[in-house]
């Protein structure tokens, strides 16, 4: 059971990355997927999470509006759709999965995490 998460990268602020989470070993849309970031010095933060029953998703204040959580259930992917990049944006992004039955930003409820992906958002 992997999740590779991937499409991280340097882009100037006010720019646009999407990035992908992509499981093997198992079928993603029987769980909640969630994005998370740590900067440094600072605590892992939930980002975006999409619910495994309904497809529903929620996003947490700082990114609400710029962020854009979405599943390809084809694909057997979960992307991260993410705008207006800010300088505070600037992490690295890690993917994660929990079979909660509501989608949160509790670490312990999560059960696989990807290796994490950099996002450098600077002029």
């Known amino acids: 059971v992997q999740l590779q998460a991937s499409g991280g990268g340097l882009v100037q602020p006010g720019g646009s990355l999407r990035l992908s989470c992509a499981a093997s070993g198992f079928t993603l849309d029987v769980y909640n997927i969630g994005w998370f970031r740590q900067a440094p010095g600072k605590e892992r933060e939930g980002v975006s999470c999409?619910?495994?029953?309904?497809?529903?998703?929620f996003s947490g204040d700082s990114v609400k509006g710029r962020f854009a959580i979405s599943r390809d259930n084809a694909k057997n992917t979960v992307y991260l759709q993410m705008n207006s990049l800010k300088p505070d944006d600037t992490a690295v992004y890690y993917c994660?999965?929990?079979?909660?039955?509501?989608?949160?930003?509790?670490?312990?409820?999560?059960?696989?995490w990807g290796q994490g992906t950099q996002v450098t958002v600077s002029s």
């Open positions: 994660a999965a929990s079979w909660s039955y509501a989608c949160n930003f509790l670490e312990y409820t999560y059960n696989y």
């Open positions: 999409i619910r495994r029953i309904d497809g529903s998703t």
